[in-house]
């Protein structure tokens, strides 16, 4: 792998681990303050910095997806294949995975797993 790939895919990872961090703060007022009922309105957590677009899940499907620190939800079509793959497809969103080095920047900066790593 190149150096402007490996940059490439830890900027990505990074500014999807962003918008993670945003969804698990939505996710935690949803719980002190929502109904649990229906879907929730997440931000697409896709690489391009300039979305912030609302993404509907459940919060099931939220926690299912925070279960693997590399997978992200992204909007249909929001999709990075140089640095993630498409585990899962539905009409609402898409589950990516990260790769090679991606991978590995997104589980470092998953806030569950331990979070933020030292910039």
Known sequence: MSGIEHESQVR???NQSL??????RV??????W??????????CECADTDCALPMAMTTEEYEALRAHPSR?????SHFFSDIEVIVA???RFWTVEKIEDAAEMAATLDPRS??????
């Not at 929502?34 to 931000?43: L, N, P, S, V």
């Not at 992200?72 to 249909?76: E, G, I, N, Q």
């Open 27 to 32: 996710e935690t007022l949803q719980a002190e």
């Open 89 to 91: 497809r539905n009409d």
């Open 19 to 24: 918008f993670r961090e945003v969804n698990e």
């Open 34 to 43: 929502g109904d649990g009922a229906g879907a929730i309105d997440f931000c």
């Open 114 to 119: 331990g979070g933020r790593e030292a910039e």
């Open 72 to 76: 992200f939800a992204v909007l249909p």
């Open 12 to 14: 990505g990872a990074r």
